[in-house]
């Protein structure tokens, strides 16, 4: 009888154990997934972000946790005095993300580099859902720009 029960015992703390695993894994463990993308990749996640944020701002294929890695060749750059920002174009594609202040003189046309993000759950306004954790954000909940420490150059 007792190595019956035991051996209840061991399969429920399996199963437990199973489950729970399992569940980690399903929801991208608990620090979320290091992802990779191109400028355009990350173009056409910002635009899905954008068309469906004023219900919730969900990104379609990244959740909380998920770090972003978007590596590309600088092929033109631009300061906007006007808002004290900086935008990039990579490999063709303008970024809809800018940075704090004129940082064009840090940077070349043809430098490969990588902007880091992380999606964070942010309550905004009363509008909870998916946010970029490094982007600052105005009062009235708009981005303001990003800070030139999440840029990385490559091969330098």
Do not use: H
Not at 114 to 126: A, E, R
Not at 128 to 136: A, L, P, Q
Request: hydrophobic share 35%.
């Amino acid at each position: 009888m007792l190595k019956k029960n035991l051996m209840i015992s061991v399969a429920v703390i399996g199963i437990i154990v199973v489950g729970v695993t399992s569940g980690i894994f399903i929801l991208g463990g608990f620090e979320g997934r290091t992802i990779k993308m191109t400028p355009q990749q990350w173009d056409d996640e910002q635009t899905a972000y954008i068309l469906t944020c004023a219900d919730k701002p969900d990104f379609p294929s990244l959740k909380p946790g998920d770090k972003v890695e978007i590596t590309g060749n600088i092929t033109d750059m631009m300061y906007n005095p006007m808002f004290n920002s900086t935008r990039f174009v990579l490999d063709g594609v303008w970024m809809l993300d800018t940075f704090t202040g004129n940082i064009t003189s840090n940077y070349t046309t043809g430098d490969n580099i990588t902007i880091t993000l992380t999606v964070t759950t942010m309550n905004i306004n009363g509008l909870v859902g998916e946010y970029i954790k490094e982007d600052r954000y105005s009062d009235e909940g708009f981005p303001i720009g990003l800070s030139e420490s999440i840029i990385r150059k490559n091969g330098s």
